[in-house]
Structure formats: structure tokens, C-alpha cells
């Protein structure tokens, strides 16, 4: 698949409709006290999930309409306690967007600050480019502040230009450090300074077939203070062939300033190592450990194991990628999509599925992923009146983000149902 689509616009929605559902996005906490000593299953503590919450469903049936209501993948903390700012996209899986018949607007970005329990509409983006999360004028990926610029509210993000399938894609295209204030109303843009990529390698530039994608899902701070940031795109040398054309590539790209100049430094791509089905890596998060080391999860095709790599200097080496492997005792090996990891309370946590939703937790050094959640039967469970049939009406794409240490949001969409439901219930 090529990179998605998503969507925003300003000012609090306080109306409440009625309409046929075909998508919805939910949200769930979910509290963690993991002390692990080993990498044992019987080491991780049990979560307590929250239930979930209705965040907004769509109106894809009104006839002409080809609204949806999904992909919630970019969840960021404000820097206010419960506060969390979320992406939804309205629009479909590929392609420019409004398409004909489509609903006014493209993406939205919403706010919940009472951790999770409601959420209102603070921007719309009337146009984008279906299937990604971080284009222009969107909420964009998160960039963490250096302990000296840590303010209570304020963040920057990254966007760049989603779907530029030309020579070379988003580094040779505007991209921007914006600079965001929660006020508990809205979210303010305040800055929007033009950020450059550097020494990218020719061979992401010599046709429409060979390009990068805007940042993926995470951005992190290294042990040196500096920012990694990854992507991936399709490379001429990527040296294997995933079905009729390359293999993805992942590329990694480090700030010393903070985010407005990046320099290429490191790139992941198909070995022979890795099996097929592949579509080579892609969508990668990253999380730094404990130790300074440098772990970057990746795709390589719905159904199919994670895989990883880790450097031990920033970013600028990898060893060879490995799959990810549950510990033993364990149900389910790591697997799908759009992984999502973070470090909360002294453990990984790692968001990801496709069949379903799964979450695996792991320890501070990550060599094994010590338990495992169905997210989907959690909600079944805690969510009786609407429940998943199959457990595969989802995208599987996933927003998480840590509400205080140990305690999470995930956020997760549901497709189909037709039934009748509240759309974007706001009250402020």
C-alpha cells in the first residue's frame, strides 16, 4: 500500500446527530503496573482497561456521501495532564481527496482533555491526500521538546507533503516544524517554520517510482540529545523485489537543531533474511532503550510478524533486522501494521494488528514481548451493546498516547455495523 490519508478544521463542535454508521473510532485507557525481572510471561502484571468511549462514527450512508470516520493514528500528548490531541480521517484509503461526492472535509483533529472520556472538533482540513496522517495543514507527527523547552501545553510536530509520488517525494517538498499551544479550547498554531531534509541518496530520486514519504509515527530524542526521525519509500538499489516493484526501504534522518534541519543518516532495507510476503520495511516506530540503544519496528505486510533492528550509535548503524518473538508462554508473536510503540513505566509498549488489534508489552531491554492483549476482545468484553463480529472490521491503525506513567490511550476504529449512533459527541 502507498502512504494514507487524513484530515482537520478549528472551532468546537457542540451539536448532536443522528445517522447511519458505517465507520467509528472508539478510545479506551488502559492502566499498566508492570514490574518485570525476567522475560517470563508470568512476570507482567495484568492491565486494566477503561471502557470504551464513542469518539465519533460517520455518515456514509446519507446517499452521495463517501464520508468515513477512521484510521485515528497520530495520538499526542499535549503536555497538560489528560489532554491528548487526535487524528481522524473522514476520507477514503488512497488517492486526492475531496473526491466527487465526498463530504466537505478531508481530516480533523480532535481534543479530549479529561483523558480520554469526551472529545471535541478543533480543525478541519477541507482538502489532503487520502491515506496519510501528516500533511499539510494536519496535525503531523510529534516532535519531543528538549527538557529546557518543556512547556506545559505546547508541542511541535513535523509535516511534510503527503503522497508526492515524484522523484525524490516529500524531502525535495516543503516540509515544516509547527509549533502548537493547547489553551483547553482549541489548539492554537503559533509557528510554522520551514524544516529541510539533506543528503538524501540519489537513488530515492531517479524516477516517479523512487520517493520518501512524509515522517512516519514517531520521532524520537536520542542518548546524544539529538532527534531521529524515520520514513520509508521506495529506493532504485533497494536490491529485492516485492512483488511487481521494489521493496520499501526505511530512512533515517537526525536534527541537531531541534527539528527545523535534518541530515540523512541510515537506511533499512529487504534482506534476504527477511521472508515473503514482504512488502520491505515500512511504517517503522522507534523507542529508545534504557541503555541509549536505538530499536525501530517496522511492517513488512498485514497478517505478517513484525520486524525489527537496533542501533547502538544513534541511529547511524543497524544491525541485521530479526523478527520480533514472544516470550515463551506468550500467545502471539508481534504482527500487522502502523506498529505504535512507547515507553511507559519502565516498559515497551508496542500497538499493532492486522487481523485485529493486539498489545504486547515488553521489558526495558525488549529481547521478548512478555504479554499479550486482544484489544478487540476487550472491547467485546467491556462493551457488550457494540460489539466486533469477526474481530477484522478495523483498519488496525492505532493512535496511542501516555496519559501519566503506566496509563495509556489507545485509540482504534471499527468498520461497519449499520447502526444508528451519535456523530462527533461534543458538549463543550
Known amino acids: 500500500q502507498e502512504p494514507r490519508c487524513e484530515t482537520i478544521f478549528t ?19 488502559i492502566a ?3 514490574t518485570t525481572r525476567d522475560y517470563g510471561a508470568a512476570s507482567f502484571q495484568a492491565h486494566t482497561w477503561s471502557v470504551p468511549v464513542l469518539v465519533g462514527e460517520t455518515n456514509a450512508s446519507i446517499p452521495g456521501s463517501a464520508s ?3 484510521f485515528p493514528s497520530i495520538s499526542i500528548p499535549t503536555g497538560l495532564a489528560g489532554h491528548v490531541a487526535q487524528h481522524v480521517t473522514l476520507a477514503g484509503d488512497g488517492g486526492t481527496c475531496p473526491s466527487p461526492g465526498h463530504a466537505p472535509y478531508c481530516e480533523q483533529v480532535m481534543l479530549t482533555v479529561d483523558g480520554g472520556k469526551t472529545y471535541f472538533v478543533v480543525k478541519k482540513v477541507a482538502k489532503g491526500t487520502s491515506g496519510n496522517f501528516n500533511g499539510y495543514n494536519d496535525l503531523g507527527t510529534w516532535v519531543p521538546n528538549a527538557v529546557s523547552e518543556d512547556t506545559p501545553g505546547q508541542f511541535n ?3 511534510a507533503c503527503n503522497d508526492c509520488l515524484v522523484p525524490g517525494g516529500s524531502v525535495d517538498q516543503p516540509a515544516f ?15 510554522n517554520k520551514s524544516a529541510t531534509f539533506s543528503g538524501t541518496p540519489e537513488s530515492f530520486r531517479v524516477n516517479t517510482s523512487t520517493w520518501l514519504a512524509s515522517p512516519s509515527q514517531t520521532i ?14 521506495h529506493a532504485a538499489d533497494s536490491g529485492q523485489a516485492c512483488g511487481s516493484r521494489g521493496c520499501y526501504s526505511t530512512v533515517f534522518f537526525k536534527s541537531k537543531n531541534n527539528g527545523l534541519e535534518w541530515q540523512y543518516t541510515s537506511r533499512i532495507d529487504q534482506t534476504s533474511a527477511i521472508p515473503f ?29 513484525l520486524w525489527g533492528a537496533r542501533s547502538h550509535d544513534n541511529g547511524a548503524t543497524w544491525d541485521p533486522p530479526a523478527g520480533l518473538v514472544a516470550c515463551p508462554g506468550v500467545e502471539k508473536n508481534p504482527y500487522g501494521v502502523w506498529p505504535q510503540l512507547l515507553k511507559s513505566n519502565g516498559q515497551i509498549v508496542l500497538v499493532s494488528g492486522r487481523p485485529g488489534i493486539g498489545l504486547w508489552t515488553a521489558d526495558a531491554s525488549g529481547k521478548c514481548w512478555g504479554s499479550y492483549t486482544d484489544v478487540i476482545a476487550v472491547h467485546n468484553a467491556t462493551l457488550p451493546d457494540d460489539p466486533f463480529t469477526t474481530g477484522t472490521e478495523t483498519t488496525s491503525y492505532t493512535g496511542v498516547a501516555e496519559l501519566s506513567s503506566g496509563q495509556l490511550l489507545v485509540a482504534y476504529d471499527k468498520i461497519g455495523a449499520g447502526r444508528v449512533g451519535n456523530v462527533q459527541k461534543s458538549t463543550r
Open 220 to 233: 524520537v530524542r536520542t542518548a546524544d540529545g539529538e532527534l531521529l526521525l524515520a520514513m520509508y519509500g
Open 11 to 29: 472551532g468546537a463542535i457542540q451539536s448532536l446527530m443522528l445517522l447511519h454508521i458505517a465507520t467509528a473510532i472508539h478510545a479506551t485507557v
Open 157 to 159: 510536530t513535523i509535516v
Open 32 to 34: 499498566t503496573a508492570l
Open 277 to 305: 510476503p514482504s512488502e520491505g520495511p515500512c511504517e517503522p516506530s522507534i523507542v529508545v532503550l534504557d541503555d541509549g540503544t536505538v530499536l525501530s519496528v517496522f511492517r513488512l505486510d498485514g497478517g505478517v510478524q
Open 177 to 191: 516544524l509547527q509549533t502548537w499551544i493547547d489553551t483547553g479550547r482549541t489548539l492554537a498554531l503559533v509557528a
Open 68 to 70: 468515513k470516520f477512521w
